[in-house]
Each structure stands twice: as C-alpha cells, then as structure tokens.
C-alpha cells in the first residue's frame, strides 16, 4: 500500500507541475474533462519506465509509446483491414520486382521547429536511422540508395525485394524528423529536445518516471475541440497502484492488471475495460552459452517442467493462449501443427538423465522486470516443479536497465540462466522475431538466448528473400525454422498475450493496435 500511495502522489505532483507549466490551475471539471475551460489532460500510468532513449533513430524498447505521439512515419499499418494506410507518405508505387518504390510526400506539413515536411527531410532521417546501427535499423537493411526525386517525391532502391510500406510503418526506426534534428547526436534528443511532425510536442521529461506532452498547435491535421490538449505518460509500476489512479479518476488509461484488479476494475461503472488479442509474446531466454544451459537435453527438461495450462489457466485466467513457436497469430508463420512442449515431469527426469547434469547443489537464476505479478506467480510454480528435479530456482526481480545491463554481458557466465520478457513486432511482419531473436549476433543486442547456427541464419535470409514476393514459401520456411529452435529449446515460448486495457469512462476514441505495442496514440482520442 505504500507503493501504491507513493505511486499517486508521485502522480499527483506530476499533474500538478503540467498546470504550472501551462500556466494552470484548480480542478479538472468532470463534466468537459478541462483545467480551468482551458486544458483537458489524459494521463497514461504506465507499468515500466515510458523509455529507455528518446533518439528516434536509436529506441527499441517502451519508447515507441513516447515517440509515436511526437514523430511519425511514411505509413500506418491498420490491423483491422490488415493493409498499409497513408500518413506521411500520401501514396506509393513499387516496381513488379519489388525492388524500387516512390512514397510520394504528403505538402504542408511542418515539423515542430517550424521547418516544413518535404522528401529532402524523408531522405535525411531514414539514411541517418541506417547510417547509425542502431535500435532496429536493421529493417531497412534491403536498401541500397535513398534518392530525392523531386521536393515531394523520395525514391528507394533495394538489393532484394522487401516490404517497403510495412517497414515505413514500424514501430521503431522508421520515424521522420527536421533536418535540424537530423544533424543532432543522441544527448541532444535524450535532454528532452524534439523535432517531429506529430500532432504533441515534449514539454518536460524525468528519465525513466515521465513524459509531459502538449499540442502541437500547427499540426496538419487540425484540432477539435473535445481532444487531449496536454497528456502525462508516467511509470505507476505496481498495479494496485494504476488501479487506485483509475477509481479515483486521476488517470484516463492504464493496462498490464493483475486478474484481482481486472475483476474489480470490471465491476466499478465509472471505468471500461476491453480485452484484445495482441501480438506480443511471453518469452523465457535460456543463456546457452553457458554451462548446463549449453545442454540440449537440460534444455528440454526446463521446457518440460514450466507450468504452461497452469499460468494461462489460473494466473492469468484465460487471458492468453499458450505459444505455438514464436511467431503469434495474425502474422505469417504462425502454424497450430508445430509442437508445443506441456507440462510433463516425467519427460523432464528422463531428458535431465539424458543431459547427464549433475543436479546436486545446482542452482539457476532467472530474472524479469519487477512489478511483474504474473511473471512472480508462474516463476514460483515453475520454481516447486523444479525443485522435484534438484534444482533450485533463485527469482531476480530488476528494474529493465540492469536485466538488459546483466544480459549483454561478454561472459556468459555472468549472465542470468534464464530471462523471461515480452517481445513485439518492429512492424507488422514475423521477421522481426527471426532477424532479432534467432539470427546469430557478434554484439548481443536481442538474441538473449544466444542462439547461432549458420544454417538458421541462411533460413532467415532465404525467408527474406521471398517475403515481398511468396507468402506461401515464405510461411513454410518460417515454420521450419520454428520446428528447429523448438527441437532445440532455445526458448520457453510460454504465451501470446491479450491485453485488457482500462479506460475512464469519458476517455474516449482509443483502440490498441497490435502492431504498436502499448502505444496510446492520443491524437485520436477525446473527452466525451
């Protein structure tokens, strides 16, 4: 409880800075959802910190929530007609290889700097994400030449064929800033600067607590007069936390609930929650570099001692469906005829004998953000059903910069046995799995399981070979990568999630899209 009260008062005084910035004060009437006739605020308590870098080019983890509000992209994919809308980019064109296309670059829009939007600027930001190799900029590795037409019109040309439209519309690396920004290093931006064309502006920032938003006022797609003015996205890290800012009305959205607080939160009228299927995943990483992990055998124990029907059934009570592989549905490669491991203690004792570790005194660490309480209730039952193997399971609860800091250690060793996280798309394609999580890597970045094998890594680049072009070849080749990281354990592939979001019951216009993970794009939401 004194998390929690901690968790709004922090909250509280944060509301209370955003008024004196925008020269505000009082109450927020219930009625219009404004400060004073003047500002009308949201605020998003967010279960982790909002980001880890605010350097468009360089961000690949919570900050797509921050940064999809202040930049934006050439496209939007739209996961209810599973197509590619414009944003930026009013239209496009590809040749039939797939090889050359033309986004043309929608006119008058300004960046927050007051310089305006043309294909000169396109062509800046996407060739500084390349050029800096970073984050996820390994998306637009199919570009060979990045060329301005004409001043609205921006050409790309590919070595292989690949799915151009999605890729503008990722999730990371794909953001388009001034060129003034441009020219910046990653201080400059992590200092609380920005230059995009998004419909907010950054106003403060707390690292690794905060973001305050406010309207961008020149934004080309114009206000109405029932939207968000200024938003607050803050990490409340406990759930009962968030749960305590929603009944109270502080806070407008929240989500990641424990099924106490969900059951609870459906019963108060005063607030909505909607359940959707997502395509985030629930992964544990085994280190197999490291000794007994580096055992296939050992491995397959471990998978067969998880509690898989027990945590979708129980902790999290029917909001998730046990993994197929890695890739979730709704995406290609996703297949119901790959194997899934269950829980069997008898296949887990004959395969430890089959490793031949010797389990006396053997202790593994597994580590995952804290705050995390399904992540601690299923780590405690997978830790008794390990126990009946003679191994003891230490939980490591950390904030993410030390689990990330602990997991890019060079000696395998020092690196937890076991990581568990949640993985979602780049953008709206099953690649971002493979090339991030399976692809052998000289410098870790997401490969947490460590995974290298040359022939995985010729898969992978068949598959994107044919990505743009074969969906059929290119779903069976995902699959048969599944079937050999499955039948080597490298993961435990524990859920696809559903996310079941909480609203106040004025909050208005949200919908979650799966292709941008907890990302609340503000602009289309409203007070009613």
């Given at each position: 409880m004194k998390k929690g009260f901690a968790g709004i008062l922090a909250l509280a005084l944060a509301i209370m800075m955003l008024l004196s910035a925008c020269g505000q004060g009082g109450q927020q009437d219930s009625s219009t959802g404004k400060q004073n006739g003047a500002k009308r605020i949201a605020y998003y308590a967010y279960g982790s910190e909002p980001y880890i870098d605010l350097d468009p080019s360089v961000e690949y983890s919570n900050g797509l929530i921050v940064l999809h509000n202040v930049y934006e992209t050439?496209?939007?994919?739209?996961?209810?007609?599973?197509?590619?809308?414009?944003?930026?980019?009013?239209?496009?064109?590809?040749?039939?290889?797939?090889?050359?296309?033309?986004?043309?670059?929608?006119?008058?829009?300004?960046?927050?700097?007051?310089?305006?939007?043309?294909?000169?600027?396109?062509?800046?930001?996407?060739?500084?994400?390349?050029?800096?190799?970073?984050?996820a900029a390994f998306v637009w590795d199919s570009v060979e030449e990045i060329n301005v037409k004409d001043d609205y019109t921006v050409e790309f040309k590919l070595s292989y064929p690949a799915p151009l439209d999605l890729i503008?519309?990722?999730?990371?690396?794909?953001?388009?800033?001034?060129?003034?920004?441009?020219?910046?290093?990653?201080?400059?931006?992590?200092?609380?600067?920005?230059?995009?064309?998004?419909?907010?502006?950054?106003?403060?920032?707390?690292k690794g607590e905060e973001v305050i938003f406010t309207k961008f006022d020149e934004y080309w797609g114009g206000w109405k007069d029932n939207q968000y003015t200024d938003i607050i996205i803050k990490k409340v890290a406990e759930g009962s936390a968030r749960r305590q800012l929603l009944e109270k009305g502080d806070a407008q959205v929240a989500t990641s609930f424990s099924v106490t607080d969900l059951k609870a939160l459906r019963d108060n009228k005063s607030v909505v929650v909607s359940d959707h299927e997502t395509w985030?995943?629930?992964?544990?990483?085994?280190?197999?570099?490291?000794?007994?992990?580096?055992?296939?055998?050992?491995?397959?124990?471990?998978?067969?001692?998880?509690?898989?029907?027990?945590?979708?059934?129980?902790?999290?009570?029917?909001?998730?469906?046990?993994?197929?592989?890695?890739?979730?549905?709704?995406?290609?490669?996703?297949?119901?005829?790959?194997?899934?491991?269950?829980?069997?203690?008898?296949?887990?004792?004959?395969?430890?004998?089959?490793?031949?570790?010797?389990?006396?005194?053997?202790?593994?660490?597994?580590?995952?953000?804290?705050?995390?309480?399904?992540?601690?209730?299923?780590?405690?039952?997978?830790?008794?059903?390990?126990?009946?193997?003679?191994?003891?399971?230490?939980?490591?609860?950390?904030?993410?910069?030390?689990?990330?800091?602990?997991?890019?250690?060079?000696?395998?060793?020092?690196?937890?046995?076991?990581?568990?996280?949640?993985?979602?798309?780049?953008?709206?394609?099953?690649?971002?799995?493979?090339?991030?999580?399976?692809?052998?890597?000289?410098?870790?970045?997401?490969?947490?399981?460590?995974?290298?094998?040359?022939?995985?890594?010729?898969?992978?680049?068949?598959?994107?070979?044919?990505?743009?072009?074969d969906k059929e070849k290119t779903h069976d080749l995902i699959v048969e990568v599944q079937k050999k990281i499955i039948e080597d354990a490298y993961f435990l592939h524990i859920y696809d999630d559903m996310s079941s979001w909480v609203t106040d019951v004025h909050f208005k216009g949200f919908e979650p899209n799966p292709a941008y993970e907890g990302v609340v794009f503000f602009y289309d939401t409203y007070f009613e």
């Amino acid at each position: 409880m004194k998390k929690g009260f901690a968790g709004i008062l922090a909250l509280a005084l944060a509301i209370m800075m955003l008024l004196s910035a925008c020269g505000q004060g009082g109450q927020q009437d219930s009625s219009t959802g404004k400060q004073n006739g003047a500002k009308r605020i949201a605020y998003y308590a967010y279960g982790s910190e909002p980001y880890i870098d605010l350097d468009p080019s360089v961000e690949y983890s919570n900050g797509l929530i921050v940064l999809h509000n202040v930049y934006e992209t050439l496209t939007r994919y739209d996961n209810k007609t599973e197509e590619v809308k414009p944003l930026l980019a009013e239209s496009w064109e590809v040749d039939p290889e797939g090889k050359v296309w033309l986004f043309k670059i929608k006119e008058n829009v300004k960046f927050h700097d007051g310089t305006d939007l043309n294909a000169e600027a396109v062509q800046k930001s996407i060739q500084r994400t390349i050029d800096m190799k970073m984050g996820a900029a390994f998306v637009w590795d199919s570009v060979e030449e990045i060329n301005v037409k004409d001043d609205y019109t921006v050409e790309f040309k590919l070595s292989y064929p690949a799915p151009l439209d999605l890729i503008a519309s990722g999730s990371y690396a794909a953001f388009i800033m001034s060129p003034n920004a441009v020219e910046q290093n990653s201080d400059w931006f992590n200092a609380g600067n920005a230059a995009g064309t998004g419909p907010y502006k950054i106003q403060k920032i707390t690292k690794g607590e905060e973001v305050i938003f406010t309207k961008f006022d020149e934004y080309w797609g114009g206000w109405k007069d029932n939207q968000y003015t200024d938003i607050i996205i803050k990490k409340v890290a406990e759930g009962s936390a968030r749960r305590q800012l929603l009944e109270k009305g502080d806070a407008q959205v929240a989500t990641s609930f424990s099924v106490t607080d969900l059951k609870a939160l459906r019963d108060n009228k005063s607030v909505v929650v909607s359940d959707h299927e997502t395509w985030r995943n629930v992964i544990g990483f085994f280190n197999s570099e490291k000794a007994p992990l580096d055992n296939k055998d050992f491995r397959i124990a471990l998978a067969y001692a998880f509690p898989y029907d027990e945590t979708i059934n129980e902790i999290k009570e029917g909001l998730a469906v046990q993994s197929y592989g890695l890739i979730p549905k709704g995406l290609i490669g996703y297949d119901e005829s790959l194997f899934r491991y269950s829980l069997d203690m008898d296949k887990a004792q004959e395969h430890l004998d089959k490793s031949g570790v010797d389990t006396n005194g053997l202790k593994l660490e597994m580590t995952f953000t804290s705050g995390n309480e399904v992540y601690r209730n299923f780590a405690q039952l997978y830790k008794i059903n390990l126990q009946k193997l003679g191994i003891e399971l230490d939980i490591r609860e950390m904030n993410w910069d030390n689990v990330w800091e602990k997991s890019k250690n060079p000696k395998p060793e020092d690196r937890q046995d076991m990581l568990v996280m949640n993985w979602w798309p780049d953008y709206a394609s099953p690649l971002s799995w493979l090339q991030s999580l399976v692809l052998s890597e000289e410098e870790i970045l997401f490969n947490l399981s460590y995974v290298n094998d040359p022939a995985l890594d010729a898969k992978v680049a068949e598959i994107e070979q044919f990505i743009a072009v074969d969906k059929e070849k290119t779903h069976d080749l995902i699959v048969e990568v599944q079937k050999k990281i499955i039948e080597d354990a490298y993961f435990l592939h524990i859920y696809d999630d559903m996310s079941s979001w909480v609203t106040d019951v004025h909050f208005k216009g949200f919908e979650p899209n799966p292709a941008y993970e907890g990302v609340v794009f503000f602009y289309d939401t409203y007070f009613e």
